[in-house]
């Protein structure tokens, strides 16, 4: 499934009519387009958020096409005969293949932790290729990530692909694909090893090479060997724990490249959040009895950038692909606003790669399909690495020490500090109270304070930093729903 956002030219659906979002007027406002009038609106996105969630406004293609639509299609297919055309059958053939892997890996993050697997992956799929991939080896994860920024760059032109080497002019001057391919593999088979070479032994080797190859050439025809200086930028191109992690093994790695006392580091929100479930350090009782009822169970979805917390989930389900969906469903879709809170939530949007631990609730089908489907990447935090997903173990531990440490029915994690004292006898709290309690706490008391770490409020910091983040959307809230029913089935 797709998803989208509100950004410019962006089709949209509202009312059964095609729009597009023709310019951004900056606080919030936007210059919404209909296509069939070309009567321009000025729409704010809360609004737009509004309709989205009650299905009123589709995000994405419109059904219908717009003589403008129809005039973009017909450039796509002018561009489609103009690769027929001319271009070789094997320059075609590796273009296409370059589009398998860009058209796989172009909505996931950009890092070699993520695209490498994926990428051996695609280059060994046999049912993809048929008799053999036109690659010998599986290509780097920057180059995939190169062909990625072309082609979007270039309006999702396939001719953007294709190599031409003889076509760019002062070839001379230029390092040939032979001469690339050589650097590659001395990087990959040499330098990115345990025996860690220095970048002047991998130079030297390179001469050899090349004069080796050039015994077979026309003196005329024959490689020049690319400068030290080249060497040591086509090292640096590549992620520097990759780098750390190949030459001195993933434990050395993890502990150098980890952020002490902050765990993984990230550049901008929605890159990175955190998924885990607390059993609430509290009883509550029944609505109509004032019966004990027991310790709800809370899941918490929460931004790694910011802190902010992006959803959550709180039941008495023990963690299951119940709890899971309706914590991820409640992060991903806008929030409604409501009379107890003073604060905003501005907390939606599809996050790239979502942090779970290794509970059984998470290996499930639910949560792989239901992620999946929107974009989403999972990754399991791995054993004896707690740093993983520090941040939101830190979020438990500031929920019970700062909204449930005075509270009537809290527990006690230690048996002399609990004493004499009976949470269930004292309990006096109704789920759906404690549901609005902590819904109150995390906007206006959890998201107003200052964080020690980031020396600003969670609201502070996703305000700032969203501003400057592109968010997309599920095309509507119904395909939201409809998955996570699906899901829960």
């Known amino acids: 499934m797709v998803s989208s956002s509100f950004c410019v030219g962006q089709r949209l659906t509202l009312e059964s009519q095609a729009h597009r979002v023709s310019r951004d007027l900056g606080g919030g406002l936007l210059a919404i387009e209909e296509l069939a009038t070309g009567r321009i609106k000025e729409r704010r996105i809360g609004d737009l958020l509004d309709e989205w969630r009650t299905g009123k406004l589709i995000v994405g293609e419109s059904t219908v096409l717009t003589e403008d639509e129809m005039l973009f299609k017909a450039i796509d297919r002018a561009h489609g005969d103009a690769f027929l055309q001319s271009y070789t059958d094997e320059q075609q053939d590796r273009a296409r293949a370059k589009l398998a892997f860009v058209e796989r890996l172009e909505r996931l993050p950009r890092t070699a932790a993520v695209m490498t697997p994926l990428i051996g992956e695609i280059w060994s799929d046999e049912k993809l290729w048929g008799e053999a991939c036109p690659f010998s080896r599986a290509p780097h994860f920057t180059t995939v990530a190169g062909w990625i920024h072309a082609y979007q760059a270039a309006s999702r032109d396939i001719r953007v692909l294709v190599n031409r080497h003889r076509d760019k002019g002062n070839s001379a001057a230029r390092i040939p694909s032979d001469v690339l391919t050589m650097v590659d593999d001395l990087i990959q088979t040499r330098y990115l090893t345990e025996e860690r070479p220095t970048i002047r032994v991998i130079h030297k080797e390179l001469k050899g090479l090349i004069a080796l190859r050039n015994t077979t050439r026309l003196a005329t025809d024959r490689f020049k060997v690319p400068s030290y200086g080249y060497l040591k ?257």
Request: positive net charge; charged residues 25%; glycine residues 8%.
């Open 233 to 489: 930028n086509r090292i640096s191109d590549i992620a520097p724990y990759d780098v750390c992690r190949a030459r001195y093994g993933p434990r050395v790695a993890d502990l150098k490249f980890r952020v002490a006392g902050r765990g993984v580091s990230t550049v901008r929100p929605l890159a990175r959040a955190a998924m885990d479930h607390s059993r609430m350090d509290v009883f509550v009782v029944d609505e109509r009895t004032g019966l004990p009822l027991g310790r709800p169970w809370l899941t918490i979805v929460i931004d790694e950038h910011s802190r902010y917390v992006l959803g959550y989930y709180l039941g008495f389900e023990e963690p299951s692909s119940v709890s899971m969906s309706h914590a991820l469903r409640h992060a991903i879709t806008p929030k409604e606003s409501s009379p107890d809170v003073r604060s905003p939530w501005d907390a939606w949007g599809l996050m790239e790669l979502l942090v779970v631990d290794n509970g059984m609730e998470f290996h499930s089908r639910a949560l792989e399909a239901g992620a999946g489907r929107f974009g989403i990447t999972v990754q399991f935090c791995p054993r004896r690495k707690p740093w993983f997903k520090g941040k939101i173990e830190r979020f438990f531990g500031t929920i019970n020490t700062g909204l449930l440490i005075d509270m009537k029915g809290k527990t006690f994690s230690d048996i002399v500090l609990k004493g004499d004292y009976n949470p269930a006898r004292h309990a006096v709290m109704t789920l759906q109270t404690l549901r609005r309690v902590v819904h109150m706490w995390i906007i206006d008391v959890y998201h107003q304070e200052v964080h020690s770490t980031l020396g600003k409020t969670p609201a502070q910091a996703w305000r700032e930093d969203i501003e400057h983040t592109d968010r997309y959307l599920p095309p509507s809230s119904i395909a939201v729903a409809t998955s996570s029913a699906a899901h829960l089935t």
